[in-house]
């Protein structure tokens, strides 16, 4: 029963960003909607991780199962794609080595700036200079 309420939260979440697409005027998914509402409810607390932890685990794990679906689309769209294929595999390749160096690069700054954090204050929360030593 867990697991079906998780999923109905991640549902739910999803079908709000979907019905957002119809009031926005924006040329963007619902599934963006939906994650940038995710992520604004899981920073505020409105919805803590506990709730949509091991369904949310579950779906990162199968997720390779849901590039099949977009794999036979590419597939069955053979000849349209045939006349420009060089050009969506060169943006394939840059795009793909961008989002890399992008997403290495924030996740290094906030490993840095985590890690300030932490020798600042201790792995345990506490100020250095502490007694914490001293037993």
């Given at each position: 029963m867990?697991?079906?309420?998780?999923?109905?939260?991640?549902?739910?979440?999803?079908?709000?960003?979907?019905?957002?697409?119809?009031?926005?005027?924006?040329?963007?998914?619902?599934?963006?909607?939906?994650?940038?509402?995710?992520?604004?409810?899981?920073?505020?607390?409105?919805?803590?991780?506990?709730?949509?932890?091991?369904?949310?685990?579950?779906?990162?794990?199968?997720?390779?199962?849901?590039?099949?679906?977009?794999?036979?689309?590419?597939?069955?769209?053979w000849?349209?794609?045939?006349?420009?294929?060089?050009?969506?595999?060169?943006?394939?390749?840059?795009?793909?080595?961008?989002?890399?160096?992008?997403?290495?690069?924030?996740?290094?700054?906030?490993?840095?700036?985590?890690?300030?954090?932490?020798?600042?204050?201790?792995?345990?929360?506490?100020?250095?200079?502490?007694?914490?030593?001293?037993?």
């Amino acid at each position: 029963m867990k697991y079906m309420r998780q999923f109905g939260i991640i549902l739910g979440v999803t079908c709000v960003g979907e019905m957002i697409k119809y009031f926005v005027p924006l040329p963007i998914p619902g599934s963006i909607y939906g994650l940038v509402l995710m992520l604004v409810l899981l920073t505020t607390k409105i919805i803590k991780i506990e709730q949509v932890k091991e369904v949310g685990e579950f779906l990162i794990e199968i997720m390779p199962l849901m590039f099949i679906p977009a794999a036979v689309g590419l597939l069955t769209s053979w000849k349209q794609l045939q006349s420009i294929l060089v050009p969506v595999v060169i943006i394939t390749v840059v795009t793909t080595f961008v989002v890399m160096i992008v997403t290495g690069k924030v996740t290094d700054s906030l490993l840095q700036s985590g890690g300030k954090e932490e020798m600042k204050h201790g792995s345990d929360g506490s100020e250095f200079g502490d007694d914490r030593n001293r037993h």
